[in-house]
């Protein structure tokens, strides 16, 4: 079946570091690629896409390549900073009837610090 | 443009009782509906979906139903609450024949004590 494996949380980084968050994908055929973010205390925002292969999202500093060769759309940002601190989620959508459901993986939840 | 809307944002009920979330979209027609569960420390797994008025899909066996009775509304409920019914349940809507993104209400928070 369909599944996303995130790396485990929690990733504690000083302001200003490097992030990456790893994903990994299993999925028949081409499914598109997700990456939420969720604030303390509230729903799951979008943060960016891609739809196919070596598609690059970006938004708000992120950035992730949907890698088809590796299963793989890891979340980076060159220079975290404290208002980052969320947790993000990675998520596939795949619909072989033309209803598409996204299934996630767990979250890592971030800790940036001043 | 479109909103959603969820209530209450949060719940505190005993073991046994009823429940009643509600999840109401604004600003566009026939979207597809999504009532999403986080349990504490998991990820999100996701419980019904609704193509249409009166069209629920489960995707996983429980004690909770969801009911769609108008083209913007969508309802989840239980007769009877378990302690493991407790989490923060989600609402997502999502415009047919698009790539899958989906767009959150602001959550509800169940405690079941």
């Known amino acids: 079946g369909n599944s996303v494996t995130q790396m485990e949380g929690p990733v504690t980084l000083s302001e200003e570091a490097f992030l990456t968050i790893n994903c990994t994908y299993t999925?028949?055929?081409?499914?598109?690629l997700f990456w939420y973010v969720q604030y303390p205390g509230e729903g799951l925002q979008l943060l960016l896409k891609?739809?196919?292969?070596?598609d690059k999202g970006s938004n708000k500093g992120f950035e992730a390549t949907y890698r088809k060769e590796t299963t793989s759309f890891h979340l980076e940002k060159g220079s975290v900073q404290v208002s980052d601190s969320a947790v993000y989620f990675c998520?596939?959508?795949?619909?072989?009837?033309?209803?598409?459901?996204?299934?996630f993986g767990t979250g890592t939840r971030l800790l940036v610090s001043p | 443009s479109q909103t959603i809307h969820q209530w209450p944002a949060t719940l505190v009920q005993p073991v046994g009782s009823p429940l009643s979330l509600e999840c109401t979209v604004e600003g566009t027609s026939n979207p597809n509906l999504y009532w999403y569960r986080q349990a504490a420390g998991r990820g999100l797994q996701l419980l019904f979906y609704s193509v249409g008025i009166g069209q629920i899909s489960s995707e996983v066996p429980q004690n909770l139903s969801a009911s769609r009775p108008q083209d913007r509304q969508f309802i989840l409920s239980s007769k009877k609450l378990l302690l493991s019914d407790s989490g923060f349940y989600l609402c997502?809507?999502?415009?047919?024949?698009?790539?899958?993104?989906?767009?959150f209400g602001e959550g509800s928070r169940l405690t079941v004590l």
């Open positions: 891609a739809t196919k292969a070596d």
């Open positions: 997502a809507w999502r415009r047919g024949a698009t790539t899958g993104e989906l767009f």
């Open positions: 999925a028949t055929g081409y499914p598109s």
């Open positions: 998520a596939l959508s795949r619909g072989d009837t033309g209803f598409q459901k996204l299934v």
